[in-house]
Structures are given as C-alpha cells and as structure tokens.
C-alpha cells in the first residue's frame, strides 16, 4: 500500500518551535521529491517546502529562515522543523511525495498557533 503518514501536529504558541513527521510506504523512497504543503480554510495550499532525493531543498517565501526539511532515505521518512512560530502559520500541513506525473499526499495534520 502507498501511504503518507503525517505526526508532530498540535497547538503551540507564537514564537514556539514543532516537529513535523512523515513516513512513507510502497514507494521507492529516494526516486521522489518530499513536500510539506499547507493549507488554511479559505486559502490555497501553499509549497511550505520540498527536499529532492539528494538533499537540494527550496522554501516557500513565508517561512524561508524559520523552517526547516531533512529527509532519512533509510527510514523513508521527512521531517519539518517549525520554528518562530506565527499565528499565520496555522494551517492543515500535508507530507508530500512527487515523482513526475505521480503525486501522493498524506491526511494531514493540524498545527495551531495562539497568538
């Protein structure tokens, strides 16, 4: 079965730090660009940031120097640093897997942030 499957979410205050997680099945693991997207109600989902097999990574202007992505090939898993936390931040954040045409999303999870 491919499956994303997303941990770490919950409610911190502003100025806090989070760790994201997410763990991947039934994929050739190191063949994807990783993702974390985000999307709050009204809003469009937004790239928050995405790492390649090899390690090259690219961040979404709102959280560029806060966040942080990293990815373990031997485990399959991808994980955001949040940090400086902003009320702006709150926002559903899905795990994302990219192969060409072929993209996975996870359920998501949800990070709050009290002002």
């Known amino acids: 079965q491919v499956q994303l499957v997303e941990s770490g979410g919950g409610l911190v205050q502003a100025g806090g730090s989070l760790r994201l997680s997410c763990e991947a099945s039934g994929i050739t693991f190191i063949t994807f660009v990783m993702g974390w997207y985000r999307q709050a109600p009204g809003k469009q989902r937004e790239l928050v940031a995405r790492?390649?097999?090899?390690?090259?990574?690219n961040y979404g202007d709102s959280v560029k120097g806060r966040f942080t992505i990293s990815r373990d090939n031997a485990k399959n898993t991808v994980t955001l640093q949040l940090s400086s936390l902003k009320p702006a931040d709150t926002a559903v954040y899905y795990c994302?897997?990219?192969?060409?045409?072929?993209?996975?999303w996870g359920q998501g999870t949800q990070v709050t942030v009290s002002s």
């Open positions: 790492i390649s097999g090899g390690g090259i990574t």
């Open positions: 994302n897997a990219l192969r060409g045409t072929t993209n996975i």
